[in-house]
């Protein structure tokens, strides 16, 4: 495996653990009295490993963009730029990273994360926090199959992949 990719599925392997120890976290909350008190520590505690999680993906879109395509967008929307990008088959370059499936997904993760940088814990809703713990729960096997298949592509080890990515 070529170090960028063992350096990115690297850093998915730890987003993996990270969602192992949010769903350790759900446990032991359920466990706990329910108080203001501890139901602002689940919700706070739940909606930093989610926000945790997409940008260790997000990081790994970025790596993408600066080692492979040489271009990280800018600007203040640079985010979303650079989902949309990596949904995109480059000619010449790359295939598409991700699916539209997983895009869709990443940019609901991206949207809750930003909710979560930009408001206090008691300012979040509970059904807003499941929600988006259960779309990164549905987003890491669809990324791992996508990082998967874009890496089969690139190197040349093609194998039943998302129906983007071309054989190269």
């Known amino acids: 495996m070529q170090p960028i990719f063992a350096r990115l599925a690297h850093q998915l392997d730890k987003a993996e653990q990270e969602l192992g120890r949010i769903e350790e976290a759900v446990r032991l909350f359920a466990s706990m009295e329910v108080t203001p008190a501890a139901q602002w520590a689940r919700r706070t505690s739940i909606a930093g490993g989610v926000e945790s999680v997409y940008s260790g993906l997000e990081g790994i879109l970025k790596g993408i963009a600066e080692d492979i395509d040489g271009h990280v967008p800018q600007g203040g929307a640079w985010h979303a730029k650079l989902l949309e ?8 370059v790359r295939p598409a990273v991700v699916t539209a499936e997983t895009l869709a997904v990443l940019d609901d993760l991206r949207r809750f994360r930003h909710a979560v940088r930009s408001h206090y814990g008691i300012d979040l809703r509970d059904a807003d926090v499941d929600a988006n713990l259960d779309r990164v729960r549905s987003a890491l096997p669809l990324f791992r199959r996508d990082f998967e298949a874009f890496v089969a592509a690139m190197t040349g080890d093609a194998r039943d992949g998302p129906p983007s990515a071309p054989s190269r």
């Not at 990008?85 to 010449?92: A, I, K």
């Open 85 to 92: 990008t990596m949904g995109l088959d480059v000619p010449g």
